[in-house]
């Protein structure tokens, strides 16, 4: 019985070590040597300062910007309350919350609706190509920028399907925003 025990232990130490220890770390020095990046949360940098990841939105108001989808997640953008609002088309706080996010956006014609709804984990980084385009006309006359120069702004930062098929078309709304500050000369 005591050999039977011994055995058992050793196999556990030895398992928590491999598994625990030594794969998780060579996972980790082999991401941040082959994609480090990636591995570091592909973090966007303005004058040297992180402003913020390509990976998680933030919330951009005001008519200077592209606008992101709205966040159902905490007091929005809040990682550690990242969810669905879980609420159905026939709940009255979803519909008063789509009709706050309608009456936010200034330019006329039918709304994309990733501008007007959350995402399911509330941190959703990009919208639609459709979305930003919506918005050329506001952030242009706000910034007394052309809206062909915004048009091709927002075309150079579309990102396209993964190996052609995987997702869809979209835009980062933080690193357009950066691209916009930089087009107007200003930093965020």
């Given at each position: 019985?005591k050999?039977?025990l011994?055995?058992?232990?050793l196999?556990?130490?030895?398992?928590?070590?491999?598994?625990?220890?030594?794969?998780?770390l060579?996972?980790?020095?082999?991401a941040h040597v082959?994609?480090?990046?990636?591995?570091?949360g592909?973090?966007?940098?303005?004058?040297?300062?992180?402003?913020?990841?390509r990976?998680?939105?933030?919330?951009?108001?005001?008519?200077r910007?592209?606008?992101s989808?709205?966040?159902?997640?905490?007091?929005?953008?809040?990682?550690a309350a990242s969810?669905?609002?879980?609420?159905g088309p026939t709940?009255?706080?979803?519909?008063d919350?789509?009709?706050?996010?309608?009456?936010?956006?200034?330019?006329?014609g039918?709304?994309?609706?990733?501008?007007?709804t959350a995402?399911?984990?509330?941190?959703d980084p990009d919208?639609?190509p459709?979305?930003?385009?919506?918005?050329?006309?506001?952030?242009?006359?706000?910034?007394?920028?052309s809206?062909?120069a915004l048009?091709?702004?927002?075309?150079?930062?579309?990102?396209?399907?993964?190996l052609?098929?995987?997702g869809?078309?979209?835009v980062?709304i933080?690193?357009?925003?950066?691209e916009?500050d930089?087009?107007?000369?200003?930093?965020r």
């Amino acid at each position: 019985m005591k050999r039977h025990l011994v055995t058992a232990s050793l196999y556990t130490v030895i398992t928590a070590v491999l598994l625990g220890v030594i794969y998780p770390l060579t996972i980790t020095v082999l991401a941040h040597v082959l994609f480090p990046a990636k591995a570091s949360g592909e973090l966007l940098k303005s004058n040297g300062v992180i402003v913020g990841s390509r990976l998680i939105g933030q919330p951009f108001s005001g008519p200077r910007y592209f606008h992101s989808r709205p966040s159902a997640a905490g007091a929005g953008y809040d990682a550690a309350a990242s969810s669905g609002s879980n609420l159905g088309p026939t709940s009255k706080a979803l519909v008063d919350r789509v009709q706050s996010s309608i009456a936010t956006e200034s330019v006329s014609g039918a709304l994309p609706i990733d501008l007007i709804t959350a995402s399911g984990s509330g941190l959703d980084p990009d919208i639609t190509p459709a979305s930003a385009l919506y918005q050329v006309e506001r952030v242009a006359a706000e910034r007394k920028l052309s809206p062909q120069a915004l048009q091709s702004l927002v075309a150079s930062n579309i990102i396209q399907r993964q190996l052609g098929l995987l997702g869809e078309p979209r835009v980062n709304i933080l690193a357009l925003n950066m691209e916009l500050d930089r087009l107007s000369g200003q930093s965020r």
